[in-house]
């Protein structure tokens, strides 16, 4: 049999996910399971860029990894892993450093962004961090990176630094082709919907749908997001508010955005956010049930996490090495 390609992505441990995240991302990984080998990491290395409380680190890192369980993913097909498990990913990130440039690190604007938040000291790893992001991705020999568009340039970098690593030192990496889901997956904050809704967005709690809130908050947070005043169910960027409640609505059923429009022609406001509620209700009501049983077992989270940390190791280990050999270690 054929080997199957690798397909790679990752999320950081940041914060509380979102349904943002959840159908953004890993909503539809289950999917891929059977046309690739799929390795899903959780990035604290990536989320320590910017200062992170231990405990919570902890704590999201260990729930982020029960959650992936629990929306789907089975880990006996996939690979799923702590990045910080595998030390592959510093070191190949320490050696790739050397092959990057300041000038292309400088143009990312994920960093421009984020370092504006940091006051007058700028950690180096949040520069840096694209780096470690073209490490995870290089090191095993991945053919497709699902991201959202503001990965696309991480992604540009990754495939560069790629490309000019191995015209120096022969074909060593593959080279990751980028793949962007559908814009429809991209989902908005509730009471600023023009701005995507982020689990870094702690000011306010309204604007975001944690997936592991109660679901009667859930329900009241889609009853106050904000919309326009005209009353009428279409899908149009003038309507930012609706346009959002559609896309999480026809994320979660399935359904042709032209389809749902036509469903709820003639409804209000009031009945329309109902509908969404109850669509996103029962889509995560089993999976908060799974993680709850996930979570509570404590041998076998711990035991899913070792193998997923080992799995990984195993592949990271022996592009590391031929890494290393090129580069002129002993
Ligand atoms: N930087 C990505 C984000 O913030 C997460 C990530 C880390 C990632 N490593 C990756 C995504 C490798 C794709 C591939 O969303």
New binding site residues.
Partial sequence: MAEKNVL?????PSGKPTLGNYLGAFKNWGTLQEEYNCIY?I?DL?AITVRQEPSMLRKYTKELFALYLAAGLDNTKNIIYIQSNVSAHSELAWILNCYTYMGELSRMTQFKDKSQKQGKNIPTGLFNYPVL?AA??LLYQTAV?P??ED?RQ?LELSRDIAIRFNNIYGDIFKIPEIYIPKAGAKIMGLQNPTKKMSKSDTDNENNVIYLLDDLKVIANKIKRSVTDSDNQIIYSDEKPGIKNLLNIYCAITNKEIKQAEKDFSGFGYGAFKEAVAEVVIEEIRPIQENFKRILADKEFIEKAIKDGAQKAECIANKTLKKVKKKVGFI
Avoid: N
């Fill in positions: 790679f992505s990752g999320m950081q990491c990035a990536h992001q995870d991705i990176v991201v959202g990965q991480h």
